[in-house]
């Protein structure tokens, strides 16, 4: 089954810091190749566990003692790290976004090459698809979601044009939303666009940033004092979540400051911002947007 190339994977994993008989975490397992490089650095006490809700990701389980693999989303890591007798880890590595295999298999829906269901579940045991999105929400609700999710000006209008075409006849495959859209995109930019109609489709159905929110706030009380989480972000909101948890351990406002002025933050960034070489994106295209940050548990 294919999976795409970890993307960052030494800088992602070296940002561990692993201790040889530490306890670390992969909420986004896929195809298992960063797992694989933290298993690497491990002794034969440490211990890894994965994540990951997509049940095609079960086939690239690494059979190793030291390994578990978690059939979950990771906004329940608290939980069902719990069920394994684990309060706290010494490590998480999340690589977020979608993964090649998911982008190759034309029925997942979540591609605009393919004529396909719109679907885009990560979990294809969820309620919510793709078609709920198009073919049930408000006007202003997809509205909002092209604004937020994909930062695009012709919002209203492409909200606008989904209504009515709705009102004839259901919205079912990609082509039928591309042929509808395509005409009232930026000429010679319309796949350009239209993928980012289709990021902002996937992030609601799969509530991207409110998993990722739930997940953070729940690492200042897994992580040990000296642990490590080392993240990959590939959209603009999501790094922007990352960096401001990281800073101020919110994720809007200001955190309260004491008498003499300090602020009391759960992590200490690690160096700066890591981007994908040249090199590795002329090998994987998919790094180019990725984002990579490093913080310590203070």
């Given at each position: ?5 970890p ?8 940002g561990l810091?692993i201790?040889?008989d530490g306890?670390?975490v992969?909420v986004t397992?896929?195809?298992g190749?960063h797992s694989r490089?933290?298993?690497?650095r491990?002794?034969?006490e440490g211990?890894?566990f994965g994540?990951?809700q997509d049940?095609?990701a079960?086939?690239?389980k ?5 390994f578990?693999?978690?059939s979950?989303?990771f906004?329940f ?6 069920f ?8 998480i ?9 998911q ?5 997942r829906g979540?591609s605009?090459?393919f ?8 979990n294809?045991?969820s309620?919510?698809s793709a078609?709920?999105?198009?073919n049930?929400?408000?006007?202003t609700q ?5 604004y ?5 000006k012709?919002a209203?209008?492409l909200a ?12 079912e495959?990609?082509?039928q ?6 005409p009232h995109l930026f000429?010679g930019k ?10 902002a ?6 509530q991207e940033?409110?998993v990722?929110?739930e ?10 004092k000296g642990?490590?989480?080392s993240l990959?972000s ?6 922007r979540?990352?960096k ?8 809007e ?15 200490k960034?690690v160096?700066?911002l890591?981007?994908p070489?040249k090199?590795e994106?002329?090998?994987?295209s998919r ?8 913080a310590k548990?203070i």
């Amino acid at each position: 089954m294919e999976y795409h190339n970890p993307v960052l994977l030494k800088e992602s994993v070296d940002g561990l810091n692993i201790k040889e008989d530490g306890v670390y975490v992969d909420v986004t397992f896929g195809g298992g190749g960063h797992s694989r490089e933290i298993l690497k650095r491990l002794g034969s006490e440490g211990k890894l566990f994965g994540f990951d809700q997509d049940k095609d990701a079960l086939q690239n389980k690494i059979e190793d003692p030291r390994f578990t693999l978690i059939s979950e989303n990771f906004r329940f890591i608290k939980r069902f790290l719990r069920f394994y007798g684990i309060k706290q880890v010494d490590g998480i590595l999340g690589d977020f976004g979608v993964s090649s295999h998911q982008f190759n298999e034309a029925e997942r829906g979540f591609s605009t090459r393919f004529d396909a269901k719109l679907d885009m579940r990560m979990n294809q045991d969820s309620k919510l698809s793709a078609y709920d999105v198009i073919n049930q929400y408000s006007e202003t609700q997809l509205r909002q979601l092209f604004y937020q999710y994909a930062d695009l000006k012709n919002a209203p209008k492409l909200a606008k044009i989904i209504v009515e075409a709705r009102e004839q006849k259901a919205i079912e495959s990609s082509e039928q939303l591309n042929e509808l859209l395509k005409p009232h995109l930026f000429k010679g930019k319309e796949n350009k666009v239209l993928a980012q109609i289709y990021q902002a489709i996937r992030i609601e159905v799969n509530q991207e940033i409110e998993v990722l929110k739930e997940f953070l706030k729940q690492t200042e009380e897994l992580v040990v004092k000296g642990g490590r989480i080392s993240l990959i972000s590939y959209h603009s909101l999501e790094d922007r979540l990352v960096k401001r948890f990281i800073r101020s351990g919110l994720f809007e406002g200001e955190p309260e400051k004491d008498f003499y002025g300090n602020i009391s933050v759960p992590f200490k960034k690690v160096g700066g911002l890591i981007v994908p070489s040249k090199e590795e994106i002329e090998r994987n295209s998919r790094a180019r947007s990725a984002k990579l940050r490093v913080a310590k548990r203070i």
